[in-house]
C-alpha cells in the first residue's frame, strides 16, 4: 500500500479547522488511495480543544487516516510535512493599526517559515489561509530560503468559487458549465474576479451576461464582499466554504486542472512585480503549477488588477519595512 503522506494544519482548533480535518481524514484531499497522517499545530491554550478534534476523528475511523499528532511545536509540526495547511492566523480586532496585525502575523508566519525550511519533505507544498494570506505566505517564504519559492500558495480559490456561484445563478446554468474563471490580485476587497476571459457556451461570460453595470456594480462588489455579508448573516466568518476551497486548491495542485485561480510567486507575468504572491490564473500538471500565459488584458481589467496588486506591493513594503521579511 501507498505511504502515508503528512499532512499539517495549523489553527486545527479553530472553525475552519474543524470543517477542514474530516475531509481531509476521509480521503477528499488527496484521493482515496492514499492515507493520510495529520499534524496538528495549536497555541497551548487551544492544544485541549484540538484533542477533542482529534478524538473526534478517531471516532469516524476513517481507512485512511494513519495517525494524528497534536503539537505546539512548529519544528515538530512540520518535520517530514508533505502538505502544510497554514489556517492559524492573527485577526483583526477593533482599533488594531494595520502595522501591528501585519507585526502579529509576522509573529507567527516567520517561525513557521524556518520550521518548514528545517524539516519539511523535498516535496512540500504550502497553501496560506490565514489572513492576510497573500502577505503571510510571502513571510513564510522569505524565512524557507531552502525550499523553492514555488511551493509557497495562498488562497484565492474560496473568491473563485464564489464568483463561479455568482455567475451561474446569474446565467441559469451549472457551474460546470463555466471554464476559465480567474481571480486576480489580492485576497482582500480589492481582488479582481475576471468574466472576460471566463467562457460559458462558447463565448465569454461577459458577453453571456451582456450587462456591464451588473458585471461593474453588483457581480465584482457581491464577489469581493462576500466574506462580510457572511459574517453579517452567520454571526461568524465563512468556514465549511473556506475549507472546502483549500481542498479544491491542493487536490487541484496534486491532481492537475487546466484552469484555476491560486495565489502564486509572480515571474513578473501580466506586469504583476516579480516575487509578490498575487492570484493569477493557473494550470496545474504533475503536482507543478504554471501561469496561464497569453491572455490579453482591456482596460477595465488593467485598473482593476493594477490596484489589487498595488495593495499587495504596499503590503511587501510594509512587511520589508518591519523587518518581517
Ligand atoms: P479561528 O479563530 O476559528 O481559528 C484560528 C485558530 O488558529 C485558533 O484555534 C487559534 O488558536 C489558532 N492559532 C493562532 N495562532 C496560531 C499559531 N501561531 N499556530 C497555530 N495555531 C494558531 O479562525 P478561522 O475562522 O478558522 O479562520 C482562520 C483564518 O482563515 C483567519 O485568518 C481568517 O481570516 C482566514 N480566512 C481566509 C480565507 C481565504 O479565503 N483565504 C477565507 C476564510 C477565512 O476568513
Known amino acids: 500500500s501507498k505511504a502515508a503522506v503528512k499532512v499539517t494544519v495549523t489553527g486545527a482548533a479553530g472553525q ?5 480535518l474530516f475531509r481531509i481524514a476521509s480521503g477528499q484531499l488527496l484521493g482515496p488511495d492514499t492515507p493520510v497522517r ?3 499545530l495549536e497555541i497551548p491554550p487551544a492544544l485541549k480543544a484540538a484533542e477533542g478534534t482529534a478524538m473526534e476523528l478517531d471516532d469516524c475511523a476513517f481507512p485512511l487516516l494513519a495517525g494524528i499528532d497534536i503539537t505546539d511545536d512548529a519544528k515538530r509540526a512540520f518535520d517530514g510535512v508533505n502538505v502544510a495547511l497554514l489556517v492559524g492566523a492573527r485577526p483583526r480586532t ?4 494595520r502595522g501591528d496585525l501585519l507585526e502579529a502575523n509576522g509573529g507567527i508566519f516567520k517561525p513557521q517559515g524556518e520550521a518548514i525550511n528545517a524539516g519539511a519533505a523535498e516535496d512540500v507544498k504550502v497553501l496560506v489561509v490565514g489572513n492576510p494570506a497573500n502577505t503571510n505566505a510571502l513571510i513564510a517564504r522569505s524565512h524557507a530560503p531552502d525550499v523553492p519559492a514555488d511551493r509557497f500558495t495562498a488562497m484565492t480559490r474560496l473568491d473563485h468559487n464564489r464568483a463561479l456561484s455568482q455567475l451561474a445563478a446569474k ?7 463555466i ?12 481582488q479582481y474576479p475576471d ?6 457556451g462558447g463565448r465569454s461570460a461577459a458577453e453571456a451576461v451582456g450587462d456591464d453595470a451588473w458585471l461593474r456594480d453588483t457581480f465584482i462588489p457581491t464577489v469581493a464582499k462576500r466574506g462580510a455579508a457572511i459574517i453579517e448573516s452567520r454571526g461568524a466568518s465563512s468556514a465549511a466554504s473556506a475549507a472546502n476551497a483549500a481542498v479544491d ?18 515571474d513578473g507575468s501580466y506586469g504583476v512585480p516579480e516575487g509578490i504572491i498575487s492570484s493569477f490564473p493557473v494550470r496545474c500538471a504533475d503536482g507543478r503549477w ?18 489589487s496588486v498595488a495593495e499587495l506591493v504596499e503590503e511587501r513594503d510594509a512587511v520589508r519595512s518591519l523587518g518581517l521579511i
Open 171 to 177: 446565467l441559469g446554468v451549472s457551474v460546470t458549465e
Open 249 to 266: 486548491h491542493v487536490h487541484d495542485w496534486v491532481h492537475g486542472t487546466e484552469w484555476t485561480s491560486m495565489a502564486v510567486a509572480s
Open 195 to 200: 468574466l472576460f476571459h471566463a467562457q460559458v
Open 38 to 40: 495529520l499534524s496538528l
Open 290 to 307: 504554471e501561469i496561464v500565459q497569453g491572455l490579453d488584458i482591456d482596460e477595465f481589467s488593467r485598473e482593476r488588477i493594477d490596484a
Open 16 to 20: 475552519i479547522g474543524y470543517a477542514l
Open 94 to 97: 477593533k482599533g488594531m493599526e
Open 179 to 190: 471554464s476559465q474563471m480567474t481571480i486576480w490580485g489580492n485576497h482582500s476587497a480589492t
